[in-house]
């Protein structure tokens, strides 16, 4: 009897449900631990590409009698650097706050930016405020009792008197303090704040034509509308200074009435300016209105490409 050759049996293994089910757990696993190492890898380059954190130091500038106080940040090797003067507004509830903003906060908002684009940064805190809370009344302080004891039109007689002498002597002080740091370029000097700030800006670039440019935020645009003896003020500071101007509000600003009438000023004149109105930030006026702390992105590459062309 002859046996009939077939074809040889194969060798296979059946898969099961279970097998198929750990196959997908396996499958799934190995997703989540590659997602988890890309976000991880991530992370890691972007703290590395961080710049480190910049420590402001405290410094006194003489005004007057008065030993106000400031942070004074610098790039860290060379120089002499160009600079920038930053001026605080009026205040808020108390002399601790700018805004809604605990001030010295406020200032480490901005120092390191401009750390970052190569220029030394003085944020001055004058007399009554800040960390100068010491070297007398607080502005608001002042303005709250004029206002109780004589009226309206009282404080404001007194805020434009403080605008124009006591404040004003203290950013000239700062000012010159910049000047005398040896690792700041003196001709290099600009001048930059922030509605009250802003608009002792304008005046001191009025009085030192050493200036070399100012930036504006916000300046006056709580004021501008009811107060025609501050109008002509700096509208005339506007014509007699040689620095070149950056006038800058969001839209949702108080008003945006000050840049605009400015900058017709200048253009009237032939004076060099930029006028920036930005579209609104959050919801109210006042987020508007403190913007240059709250979204440094939407107005650094403006402010600093002015800076560059008129300061370096």
């Not at 190569?118 to 004058?126: D, N, T």
């Not at 935020?217 to 004021?223: K, M, V």
């Not at 501050?230 to 009435?257: F, G, Q, W």
């Not at 919801?283 to 590459?301: C, I, L, P, Q």
Request: net charge neutral.
């Amino acid at each position: 009897m002859q046996l009939q050759k077939g074809p040889s049996p194969s060798l296979s293994w059946a898969r099961s449900p279970a097998d198929s089910l750990s196959d997908c757990r396996l499958r799934a696993s190995l997703v989540k631990l590659t997602t988890f190492l890309l976000v991880a890898l991530t992370q890691i380059a972007a703290a590395v590409h961080q710049p480190t954190a910049i420590a402001p130091e405290i410094v006194v500038v003489p005004s007057g009698a008065l030993p106000l106080k400031a942070l004074l940040w610098l790039p860290e090797n060379g120089g002499p650097f160009p600079a920038v003067l930053f001026n605080h507004g009026s205040g808020s509830s108390d002399a601790m706050h700018t805004g809604p903003f605990v001030i010295t906060e406020a200032a480490e908002r901005l120092g390191p930016i401009f750390v970052k684009h190569g220029y030394a940064f003085l944020y001055l805190f004058r007399r009554g405020q800040g960390l100068s809370a010491d070297q007398g009344d607080f502005m608001q302080k002042l303005l709250q009792r004029e206002k109780m004891a004589n009226g309206e039109e009282a404080r404001k007689s007194l805020q434009l008197r403080l605008l124009t002498t006591d404040h004003l002597d203290d950013v000239i002080a700062g000012l010159s303090f910049l000047t005398k740091l040896p690792r700041v370029d003196a001709n290099r000097i600009a001048i930059a704040g922030h509605s009250f700030g802003g608009q002792l800006s304008l005046l001191a670039a009025e009085r030192d034509n050493s200036v070399r440019a100012a930036v504006t935020f916000g300046a006056a645009a709580g004021s501008w509308e009811d107060w025609p003896e501050l109008r002509e003020r700096l509208l005339s500071a506007v014509c007699k200074t040689s620095a070149p101007l950056m006038l800058i509000h969001a839209s949702n600003d108080y008003s945006t009435a000050p840049g605009n009438a400015m900058a017709a000023e200048c253009k009237r004149i032939g004076k060099p300016q930029v006028l920036k109105i930005y579209p609104a930030i959050g919801k109210t006026s006042e987020e508007g209105h403190n913007f240059v702390y709250s979204a440094v992105d939407r107005w650094e590459t403006d402010v600093f490409k002015f800076l560059d062309a008129n300061v370096r």
